[in-house]
């Protein structure tokens, strides 16, 4: 942490961080998914306004296809910048176009990778129960079933805190797209045994 005196630190994270307010007092905000405007502005820092001005359709569609979360944004733009010339919007569009094969162009760099950020917020939330992250995008206050609303209710709050669900009302949450792709993906690869 710096001195006292004319500096600040920003702290991100996918959960809370109890153990920064033993140290300090933080002001804690809540980082929603980027609308359409803020996510064009973000893919215009990165690959540039030239190409973003462009292409203006093909850049739509890439902002649909990201859904929001700024990893996949990042992604995205760092693609564009580093394409061929020639309307790599419109070019990359159409790789993403296929909603299967999202996930996986989005995390062929290492370096930057939507699903090793997912994995890592996956394993952050160990509590969660397999059957939570398949019913995410349906969770209910008073649900019956296997399992009582109140796990329901818990594993809810879980994805929010994670930021890998935002809520939908008073009694429902909604996986991002990628997200619920990335619960798929590791639920049809058995990741959740226990």
Do not use: K, Q
């Not at 153990?19 to 215009?44: C, F, Q, Y």
């Amino acid at each position: 942490m710096p001195d006292e005196g004319d500096s600040a630190v920003l702290t991100t994270e996918a959960r809370e961080l109890g153990a920064l307010r033993v140290h300090t007092a933080p002001e804690v905000g809540d980082i929603e998914p980027m609308n359409a405007e803020a996510s064009r502005e973000l893919l215009t820092r990165i690959a540039g306004a030239d190409l973003v001005a462009a292409e203006p359709e093909a850049v739509g569609e890439l902002v649909e296809v990201c859904g929001g979360p700024a990893i996949a944004l990042c992604v995205v733009g760092t693609m564009l910048a580093d394409a061929e010339p020639d309307r790599p919007a419109a070019r990359l569009a159409r790789r993403l176009a296929r909603r299967e094969r999202v996930l996986h162009e989005l995390s062929r760099d290492h370096e930057l990778s939507v699903r090793a950020v997912l994995d890592a917020a996956y394993e952050r939330m160990d509590d969660l129960t397999p059957a939570g992250a398949r019913r995410a995008p349906r969770f209910r206050r008073g649900r019956r079933g296997a399992r009582g609303p109140l796990d329901d209710a818990r594993d809810g709050v879980r994805l929010i805190r994670a930021r890998l669900a935002t809520r939908a009302d008073e009694d429902r949450v909604r996986m991002l797209g990628l997200v619920r792709d990335h619960a798929r993906t590791r639920l049809a690869g058995r990741c959740w045994a226990r």
